[in-house]
Structures are given as structure tokens and as C-alpha cells.
């Protein structure tokens, strides 16, 4: 049987919701991987939120800034909120993300080896977790490339988002309304196109386990599936989500109304806590 460790189960709560016994139990079942833990938690109908893509980082800087039609983000992570909060920390991470902007990385293995202050950015970094005393890292990097993207930062930097349109003339309101959004609502793809084919087969496969383990006659089990993808594409793509700031519409209806042919064209989401 697999070694299973608390922070395992804690992370394994965290990313489903469930309960602590019930994480330790799935954990076991299987052999400890992570990924099948949350098939099982979520085959048993335990699990009360989905596991999103935010990566487990601690305490930590993330910003987000656009220049043009290019945004970055990034994350410099830190052992304490203490150390999040110092002003010279965020001013740190300020200048790691406009190195960024200035220099477009492809990515952040990309970013960490750029120049700055004689120095690399990995480097600088070694450096000033000495200085403060606790172990700092560049944990995230990404960007995107559109006619026009808007960025969202939340307060107490923990969480930002950028997201791409198709057009360079966006009314502001709405390029920040449907930012806000992917911060609230954290989707998983902009709609039911975007979601892979293993993640829909995933979706059908759970919909399957869970109607037959509630004893659904094996004739109907297909189309009760069908309807759990559906109910995934409603709350986890971001076109069809309830908008929340008019749950009688979608995203996507929202976008529609304010102008007939703007689209998403992408968005990135990270969040520290």
C-alpha cells in the first residue's frame, strides 16, 4: 500500500472538497497518484468542486500588465503571506513581469534565464532570497498574444487573469466584466470547443460510474452522462457560465449584446490560494 502523506490528502481536499477520511481512502485506492485520486473521489459523487488548474504555490506575488497586444503574468512565490505583502518584494516581481513584457519569453524556463542587473532572473532571485531569508521562486509564467487583451488583478495580488479578444477596439467595461469573471469563475476553456476530447470522455465516463452506482437502469445511463457534459460545459466554460453580474444571461450572450462580432480568442488564470 502507498505511503500517504497529510499534505497529500490536504491538497487531494482541497482540489475536490471532500473529506478528509474520504481523500485518504481515494489516495489509497489509488496507489497514491494524484489524478486518479480525483477520478475516484469524483466517481463516488463525494467531490463538491472541480479541480482547476491553479497550481499549488504557497504565498506569493501575481501580476498581471498588458502592453499593446501582448499580456504577461507571473508569480513570484515566497514561504510566508508576511513576505507576499513586503513592498520590496512587489517591487521585485513588478520588474521580473516588465522584463517580461519587454522581452516577450516563450515561456518560464525562457524567462528565468533573461539578463537583468548583470545578473540572470534566476539568479537575482537566489540572491534576494538570501537578502530576505526565505526561499523565493518564479513559479508561474505565461502570456497571450491578441488585438486586445485586457489583464485583472485581484486585490492583495493572490490572483490575476488575462484574456484575448479578436478585436482592438473593446468597450473597457466589457473586457474587464468578462476578466472579473475568469477570476470568480475560474473556467476551464473558453466553450464546449475548447474542452479536449479525453477531458469530455473523462466527463462521460464519471457521469457513467455515478449513475450506475445510484442504480440507474443501464438503457438511460448514456443519456444521463450526455447531461452531466452538458452541465460540465454550463459551469466550466466560460461563453456558456451564468454571468455574474446577470445570471439570467451567459458570457457569451453578454459578449453578443455589447458587440455581435467580438470573440475570445484565449485567457490564462492563476491564483495562489
Known amino acids: ?20 477520511m474520504d481523500c485518504k481512502k481515494a489516495l489509497q485506492e489509488a496507489e497514491g497518484n494524484f489524478d486518479k485520486a480525483v477520478e475516484v473521489i469524483r466517481k463516488k459523487g463525494q467531490a463538491i468542486a472541480n479541480k482547476r488548474a491553479d497550481r499549488e504555490a504557497g504565498e506569493g506575488n501575481v501580476q498581471a500588465k498588458v502592453e499593446g497586444g501582448f499580456g504577461a503574468m507571473i508569480s513570484l512565490n515566497c514561504e510566508t503571506d508576511f513576505v507576499a505583502k513586503n513592498e520590496n518584494f512587489v517591487k521585485f516581481s513588478t520588474s521580473i513581469l516588465d522584463l517580461a513584457l519587454a522581452e516577450k519569453p516563450a515561456d518560464l524556463e525562457a524567462l528565468k534565464a533573461l539578463p537583468m542587473e548583470e545578473k540572470t532572473v534566476a539568479e537575482l532571485i537566489v540572491e534576494q532570497s538570501g537578502t530576505i531569508g526565505e526561499k523565493l521562486e518564479l513559479g508561474y509564467y505565461d502570456h497571450i498574444t491578441a488585438e486586445k487583451v485586457q489583464a485583472y488583478n ?14 482592438a477596439e473593446v468597450d473597457e467595461q466589457v473586457a474587464k466584466d468578462v476578466a472579473m469573471q475568469i477570476a470568480a469563475m ?21 457521469g457513467r460510474a455515478k449513475a ?5 437502469p ?19 466554460t ?4 451564468e454571468f455574474t453580474k446577470d445570471s439570467k444571461k451567459t458570457v457569451g450572450q453578454y459578449i453578443s449584446e455589447a458587440d455581435k462580432d467580438l470573440k475570445v480568442t484565449g485567457f490564462k488564470r492563476f491564483s495562489v490560494k
Open 238 to 241: 466560460l461563453l456558456n457560465q
Open 186 to 206: 475560474s473556467p476551464v476553456a473558453v466553450d464546449e470547443n475548447d474542452v479536449p476530447a479525453e477531458v469530455i470522455a473523462k466527463e462521460k465516463e464519471i
Open 154 to 167: 485581484h486585490m492583495g495580488n493572490n490572483l490575476a487573469t488575462l484574456v484575448g479578444f479578436n478585436k
Open 1 to 20: 500500500m502507498a505511503d500517504i502523506k497529510a499534505a497529500d490528502v490536504q491538497k487531494l481536499r482541497k482540489a475536490t472538497g471532500a473529506g478528509m
Open 218 to 236: 443501464e438503457n438511460i445511463v448514456d443519456r444521463i452522462a450526455e447531461g452531466m457534459v452538458k452541465k460540465f460545459f454550463k459551469e466550466n
Open 212 to 216: 450506475l452506482q445510484e442504480g440507474k
